[in-house]
């Protein structure tokens, strides 16, 4: 199974509580005869390219350097991850069984690699704009909500680290209940869970072609 | 090439949605390329009442849904709408089988462009109507940085680099340090059909509207903005009136309006001065048709489409010299050609042409002729065709193919 999974922040570039729980991830993944690729972003420190313990790492950076916000900021990366995405899928013969997408950061490129090459997506959130700007509506704040939006909508599957984020993500998005899973990253079975979602989104994609 | 090419346009207007100049370029090169045996599917933003998917003259559109997201400034819009663009388009050309060419028109369409190029790895053209550095005359501020950066980013992905005048190659290749060999000239056009079409309308009943009979009309079309010189033509017309009976009539909308009628009223010539703001179609021609002389005061312009549409109508131009519209029109031959952003010059240009009866037919026969030769659809159409011919041969040498 090859999965390219996509993440704003990874190791040694580290935000928040994301960039470790992806490498954790990722090093998993690889133990459990999955490829992983990590598609993120570019610190200058860490070159463009790496590859360790079977999981190969490609960081971009934004080819606009100028910005008036996180979000133009985002937009105008999310073509660079496409880009490696596609260089990727073409690279393996076309063999990329699915995208995990983290947070709303890369969900544009996520879709557009959906639409264009058929490759499904799970969103796995860390957190919503909701809770990180405490309910604020702004057409910023709104206009991040939209993609998280999108993202719930295009996405094959979500992935939520509680039961709590499960029952958020029905109450803000009306996402429907079936579509989601909760992997705690704390529990035994937490990477079988992951590795259970994506079998069965494969199953399922492997059935409608 | 024995095989049908096909192109996607992308552009943020499309007849209906007409804001500027890009709109009717897309409409008449995508509508000419159809007639030479092109492929054409535009992909656009949506506008009220125009269907999702239709057919335009031989060119297949698809309308996006452009607005469903909220946006905290007009950037951010343009990143977001493209966000839709691009998965939008990006199903039409999976269902489609594949496209051969992406064109995209302008910046507001970059990262549409470039996502569609990587993942569908076919060759990416854009056609540069115009600079954040020209509309703004320099870049002061992070948010014009980011939108020429952006454009910047687009001439880089893009394989080819169309411009629609000589000025605006040297412009673009000096603004992004772009090489020679990307730039490609190909000059817009202008379908003098077009001017044919209300021939049965009675011009003078029509004239009555806007003027006196027995006052010369002096036209400006554009959007009432700064680099459209629009003040220097309002700053003129006292000038202009010590010698000539006229009225100068403003079509266009734009943020300058209040200010520039405000000071027309206070300078008591509120009567000589008429604002339209944006007029239909139809309505235009006519006025373009029934003008003794029409203006463009621009003090920057990558090519000047209204100067030529006031030629294909027979209406006597007065220009500034700068830009693309030094290269569509020359002095004493095909118009009348004044000193940018001053207002003496402009008024004796104006006064030039209204004077003298034997030099405007001149002018006006000239002019005509200019535009059926080089400033023609079909040449145009032609000209980008070998473009694409000469990308998608580069092309098939690469891996990507």
């Known amino acids: 199974m090859r999965v390219i999974i996509f993440s704003w922040e990874f190791p040694p570039r580290v935000v928040g509580k994301l960039a470790d729980y992806v490498k954790e991830l990722s090093l998993q993944l690889a133990r459990n005869n999955v490829k992983p690729y990590v598609v993120t972003y570019h610190d200058y420190l860490t070159g463009e390219f790496d590859e360790e313990y079977g999981v190969k790492t490609y960081r971009v950076t934004n080819p606009v350097k100028t910005h008036v916000s996180v979000l133009t900021w985002v937009l105008t990366l999310n073509q660079e991850v496409e880009r490696a995405a596609a260089n990727i899928y073409y690279k393996s013969g076309k063999q990329v069984d699915l995208i995990d997408a983290h947070d709303w950061h890369f969900i544009p490129a996520a879709v557009t690699l959906k639409k264009a090459l058929g490759i499904p997506f799970v969103y796995s959130i860390e957190s919503l704009e909701d809770h990180r700007s405490h309910g604020a509506n702004s057409p910023f704040n709104m206009a991040i909500k939209s993609i998280e939006w999108l993202g719930m909508y295009e996405a094959s599957r979500i992935l939520v680290k509680s039961k709590w984020m499960a029952n958020e993500a029905v109450r803000i998005y009306k996402v429907p209940e079936s579509k989601i899973k909760i992997a705690k990253p704390e529990a035994k079975l937490w990477i079988e869970t992951i590795l259970e979602t994506y079998g069965s989104l494969m199953e399922e994609t492997a059935h409608n072609a | 090439m024995p095989k049908e090419l096909k192109v996607m346009m992308l552009t943020w207007e499309f007849p209906p949605r007409i804001i500027g100049g890009i709109s009717p370029h897309v409409y008449h090169l995508s509508k000419s390329l159809a007639e030479n045996g092109v492929k054409v599917y535009v992909v656009t933003c ?263 549409e006031a030629m294909a109508a027979k209406s006597p131009v007065v220009v500034s010299d700068t830009g693309g519209l030094s290269e569509i029109v020359e002095h004493d031959v095909t118009g009348v050609k004044v000193y940018p952003g001053n207002p003496d010059s402009l008024a004796w240009g104006i006064t030039r042409v209204l004077l003298d009866n034997d030099y405007t037919c001149r002018l006006r026969e000239n002019a005509y002729k200019r535009v059926l030769e080089r400033f023609n659809w079909k040449i145009i159409s032609q000209q980008t065709k070998n473009v694409y011919e000469t990308v998608l041969k580069e092309y098939s040498k690469t891996f990507w193919a």
């Open chain 2, 46 to 308: 949506d506008f009220p009442g125009a269907p999702q998917h239709e057919m335009v003259d031989g060119v297949e559109v698809f309308r996006v849904d452009s607005y469903k997201n909220p946006s905290p400034d007009f950037a951010s819009w343009v990143y977001l709408m493209n966000m839709n663009m691009q998965k939008e388009a990006a199903a039409f050309v999976k269902s489609l089988g594949g496209v051969d060419i992406f064109h995209a028109h302008d910046w507001l369409v970059a990262n549409a462009g470039i996502g569609l190029k990587h993942v569908f790895r076919k060759p990416l053209l854009a056609t540069m109507h115009s600079t954040e550095y020209g509309r703004r005359n320099g870049i002061h501020s992070d948010y014009e940085k980011m939108i020429h950066e952006t454009e910047a980013w687009l001439t880089y992905e893009a394989w080819r680099v169309i411009c629609c005048s000589n000025y605006m190659v040297s412009h673009v290749k000096w603004v992004f340090g772009l090489p020679e060999d990307k730039l490609v000239m190909i000059p817009n056009g202008v379908e003098v059909k077009e001017y044919e079409k209300h021939e049965n309308t009675d011009l003078n009943q029509f004239r009555r509207r806007f003027a006196l009979p027995e006052e010369k009309i002096v036209l400006f079309v554009g959007r009432l903005v700064y680099e459209k010189g629009i003040h220097v033509l309002v700053n003129a017309v006292p000038k202009v009136l010590e010698k000539v009976n006229a009225k100068f009539v403003i079509v266009g909308n734009g943020y300058m309006q209040q200010s520039l009628s405000e000071h027309v009223k206070s300078i008591g010539l509120s009567h000589k001065v008429l604002f339209t703001g944006f007029v239909d179609d139809a309505t235009l021609r006519n006025l373009q048709k029934c003008a003794d002389v029409s203006v463009v005061p621009s003090l920057f312009e990558p090519f000047g489409i209204v100067a030529l």
